[in-house]
Structures are given as structure tokens and as C-alpha cells.
């Protein structure tokens, strides 16, 4: 097996750098994306994705045992969250909705940068739920384990942001009657 058909957590702990841009490419628009979510900032979402970034780097040798790199690289983001002070920053920036608080998706549809305003202005807890859902798949129980609660109430979650969102979808105009 040549070095390429290595497992990622392998090959990241041999140090191989094509791995490291690899990861990066694969992981760190859906970390970007829940810390951005999480907080209503570009810029600590970038700080906390560095220090993610840095910490696998610095641990490198360690990540050959890592069995789920997805689950392992949001926990790390979790703990970085909170080495940055993230509940106190949470609390303050998502008091208030702002449109721009979630970054625009590729894939984003036609009037996809509305619907981006209206999960914007979900409770937090709802729009987290949200963004690792439906924008990076994230299961329930996934969720549940990366925020420290049930999935259960994960699905409460999802199921109160999907009724929110398309009672706003409709008051605006867009729901037939």
C-alpha cells in the first residue's frame, strides 16, 4: 500500500502534508461553519479553527488511532470553543439576529441567502442544530454527543427550527396559501 492509500489519521500522523491539506479541505468548512453559527463571528470562528488546526499539527502522532476523524476534529473545535471563552462570547453574540451571522454555502440555492436570514434569527440552540444538520450532515446522535445532550432533544430542536423557519418562510410571501 503506497502512502496515498493510507488512511487520513495515518498519514497525518506520518506528517505528510498533502494530508494535513487534505483535512483541511474536508473539515474545516463544516467547523468554520457550526463555530460561525455558534458564535455570529467570522473572525473567532477562524481563531478557534486555527487553534483545531495547530492542536492536530502539534498531536499529530496521536491521530493514527483516531477511529472517527469527523466526531474527534468537532470535539477538539468544542474544547477549543471553550479554552477561547466561547460560553460567555455565545451568550453576548447571539443575542441578537444578524444577517450575515452564517456563511453563504456553495451549494446555496436561488433565495438561499434569505433562508440563511431567517436561520439566522433561530434561538441559538435551534440554529446550531440547523447548521450541522442539514448544512454538514451531522446525525443526531452526533450532535447530541458534540453538544453534550440527548438526541432526543437534538431532534426537538430541528423539529421546533423546521416549524419556526416555515411559519417566517410563509409570512414572508414564499408558502402557498
Known amino acids: 500500500m503506497n502512502a496515498a492509500e493510507r488512511p487520513l489519521p495515518e498519514r497525518l500522523a506520518a506528517g505528510d502534508p498533502h494530508a494535513f ?15 460561525w453559527a455558534r458564535s455570529g ?9 486555527q487553534a ?3 492542536r492536530c499539527v502539534r ?10 476523524l469527523r466526531a474527534w476534529l468537532f470535539a477538539v473545535a468544542r474544547n477549543e470553543w471553550g479554552r477561547a471563552g466561547g460560553r460567555e462570547r455565545r451568550a453576548t453574540a447571539l443575542d441578537g439576529p ?21 436561520v439566522a434569527r433561530l434561538r441559538p440552540e435551534r440554529r446550531e ?6 448544512w ?7 450532535i447530541g454527543s458534540l453538544l453534550d445532550t440527548s438526541p432526543n432533544t437534538v431532534a426537538s430542536r430541528w423539529r421546533l427550527a423546521l416549524e419556526e423557519l416555515g411559519h417566517a418562510w410563509k409570512a414572508g410571501g414564499h408558502g402557498r396559501d
Open 21 to 35: 491539506a487534505e483535512l483541511y479541505d474536508a473539515y474545516v468548512p463544516a467547523i468554520h461553519g457550526w463555530l
Open 41 to 49: 463571528r467570522k473572525d473567532l470562528a477562524e481563531d478557534v479553527v
Open 52 to 54: 483545531v488546526m495547530l
Open 59 to 68: 498531536h499529530r502522532e496521536g491521530l493514527a488511532r483516531v477511529r472517527d
Open 98 to 118: 444578524a444577517a450575515d451571522a452564517l456563511p453563504a454555502r456553495a451549494d446555496e440555492p436561488p433565495g438561499g441567502e434569505e433562508m440563511r436570514g431567517l
Open 129 to 134: 442544530v440547523v447548521v450541522l444538520h442539514a
Open 136 to 142: 454538514h450532515g451531522l446525525t443526531f446522535d452526533e
